[in-house]
């Protein structure tokens, strides 16, 4: 296989198949259906390995790759079942995370631990994948995310994972991830996003999501998010222990040192996250120490592996690879960029951005901001800087650069910058407006040493603001 016969396979996925990454509405296909016959034909994979599952509006990431990264560094038997569980051995568990979208490179969806940290799914497998089932993605009518749903199956079972941390693609009860028999669910909160697909009111959506939780399998809910009844009615008729991450007590986690500030993954949304990590995690453990072979727990029997558990975490965006969450990309003019993209998520970015501008003393505050045509612009607006906003605080030096985030479905910075200017934002449109084009600008020709720049709005945005500012280095 060469580089050009890879990237051929992945055209055409991206391309016969179009993602709702790449195309939004146009590639959305709810049901389980259509995944059911896809992993039939390979083998059903997802049955070879335990899981947890996560649903959720905003946070899914983040809560991922803190669990995947904690697992990572658990001894296999903590398991409590399947090949050398009670051998004595100390072997750490194999680990299979799958996320979506990725940002710079499709294998990151795909990852499964290693000595070294997680590894992205092979180019050979990926190739192969689907060069030998492309009759059957053409026979079902395949989505891009049954396909990637599948590999990534497909690959955890050839690597033999122990056990795979598993994000939703979009919503819950339809969707191609729900074919897996979990042992832990979680749903992270509830906010108004997608709503052409998944309901009008954060009642529906709650519904929605709430299709993840299965019969006697514990649900953690990070948020209670005005929807509590819905996630407790749906618990109770699945015989489903529920817990809420807001009220657990840490018993093992946090008395050995998890701190919130030591997160490599920052963003005052992971105050939340780590909560929700932290309840996941522990009823977990105790669910699997309660099937251990000797029948004793983690303090007694695991205390060894605790600290590792608990610097994993801290250490997540390392072991794991994650990007794009409050991640400083520049020192000089400070540079951050985060992918927070909807109103959900802004109302504690847009406070963030506040919060360090005005304790940095920055001389101005640079917005570079673009977002996709579908999503409620007017909702994500309530929550963005605008210095022509009598009570926004200090931040009275405020200037926009609208850009094309990338792709079919960017609404065009030329109208964002009209939206945006009748709504009181300062604001221009650089070049040709794109991303890579306005970064090009700023840095070269606007760039102040005492700025503050964030960069946002889209993940678009930031994937293609990653790469600028690593070319520089």
């Not at 059903?44 to 899981?51: D, I, V």
């Not at 009008?200 to 998010?225: C, L, M, N, R, T």
């Not at 490599?264 to 909560?275: A, P, R, S």
Request: proline content about 4%.
């Amino acid at each position: 296989m060469t580089e050009q016969e890879y990237n051929q396979q992945i055209d055409y996925i991206f391309n016969r198949f179009p993602s709702f990454q790449k195309v939004g509405a146009g590639a959305y296909k709810p049901g389980i259906d259509g995944i059911r016959e896809l992993v039939a034909a390979t083998g059903n994979p997802h049955n070879s390995f335990k899981a947890i599952h996560i649903a959720g509006t905003n946070g899914k990431g983040s809560t991922s790759h803190m669990i995947a990264a904690a697992l990572s560094r658990m001894p296999h038997t903590m398991l409590g079942t399947g090949d050398g569980a009670g051998d004595g051995s100390d072997r750490k568990m194999v680990v299979g995370l799958y996320t979506s979208p990725h940002l710079t490179d499709f294998r990151e969806r795909i990852m499964v631990s290693g000595p070294d940290g997680f590894e992205m799914v092979s180019k050979d497998f990926v190739y192969s994948f689907i060069n030998r089932y492309k009759p059957v993605f053409e026979q079902t009518r395949a989505s891009f995310f049954e396909i990637t749903t599948a590999m990534a199956f497909a690959w955890f079972s050839h690597k033999n994972v122990d056990i795979a941390v598993i994000e939703c693609g979009l919503g819950g009860r339809l969707d191609s991830t729900n074919i897996i028999s979990p042992d832990l669910s979680i749903i992270t909160n509830i906010g108004l996003d997608h709503c052409d697909f998944l309901g009008s009111s954060v009642e529906a959506i709650a519904a929605e999501k709430a299709g993840i939780i299965k019969p006697g399998v514990p649900v953690i809910i990070g948020e209670e998010s005005g929807v509590g009844k819905i996630f407790s009615d749906a618990a109770k008729e699945a015989d489903a222990p529920i817990f809420w991450a807001e009220k657990y007590g840490s018993k093992l986690l946090q008395p050995a040192g998890l701190c919130r500030e030591k997160l490599d993954l920052q963003g005052d949304c992971q105050d939340k996250n780590i909560k929700t990590v932290v309840a996941a995690l522990e009823v977990w453990i105790d669910r699997a120490c309660e099937i251990s072979p000797d029948g004793r727990g983690w303090p007694e029997r695991y205390g060894t592996y605790i600290g590792d558990v608990v610097g994993s975490i801290h250490n997540a965006a390392a072991i794991t690879g994650l990007h794009g969450r409050w991640e400083k990309l520049w020192e000089e003019p400070f540079v951050v960029c985060d992918t927070g993209h909807n109103s959900h998520g802004f109302k504690i970015l847009g406070n963030q951005i506040r919060h360090v501008y005005n304790d940095g003393s920055y001389g101005r505050l640079v917005m570079v901001f673009g977002v996709v045509a579908d999503k409620d612009l007017d909702s994500i607006t309530a929550y963005l800087p605008n210095g022509n906003v009598a009570d926004d605080g200090k931040c009275s030096d405020v200037h926009y650069l609208f850009v094309n985030a990338m792709g079919t479905r960017a609404l065009p910075a030329e109208q964002l910058k009209e939206r945006m200017l009748r709504l009181g934002f300062e604001g221009e449109v650089v070049g040709d407006g794109s991303i890579v084009g306005t970064l090009n600008h700023y840095m070269e020709n606007m760039g102040r040493a005492d700025d503050m720049v964030f960069i946002g709005g889209s993940t678009f945005v930031v994937a293609e603001a990653i790469p600028f500012f690593d070319s520089l280095r």
